[in-house]
């Protein structure tokens, strides 16, 4: 009943910018928390950023100064704005709303099927 779309993701050099975004859609009446995480090859699915519904915003150190999380609350839009791009970077970034509540009456967590973002040297 949830579904969570990214996009924006591609190929860029390093030192290059990207900016994605992850639309929510279906019943939803309100997402607590709205975030993005990545995954590189051979790697653990790692946290990025996380933003919460009042705007409240958590980076990981590696991000931190590059990147900026951003939301709508209506629609239920999160964006990664991502700076000085390394190839470090390089992964799988996807989406994730924690705490959704929908109809009817109902709640729980969704993730997207994911961006490949590409930075090359």
């Known amino acids: 009943q949830v579904q969570l779309v990214e996009s924006g993701g591609g190929l860029v050099q390093a030192g290059g910018s990207l900016r994605l975004s992850c639309a929510a859609s279906?019943?939803?009446?309100?997402?607590?928390?709205m975030g993005w995480y990545r995954q590189a090859p051979g790697k653990q699915r790692e946290l990025v950023a996380r933003i919460t519904s009042a705007g409240m915003t958590n980076y990981a150190d590696s991000v931190k100064g590059r990147f900026t999380i951003s939301r709508d609350n209506a629609p239920n839009t999160v964006y990664l704005q991502m700076n000085t791009l390394k190839p470090e970077d390089t992964a799988v970034y996807y989406c994730?709303?924690?705490?959704?509540?929908?109809?009817?009456?109902?709640?729980?967590?969704?993730w997207g099927k994911g961006t490949l973002v590409t930075v090359s040297s």
């Open positions: 994730n709303a924690e705490n959704v509540f929908f109809s009817p009456f109902r709640r729980g967590d969704f």
């Open positions: 279906g019943s939803i009446v309100s997402i607590n928390v």
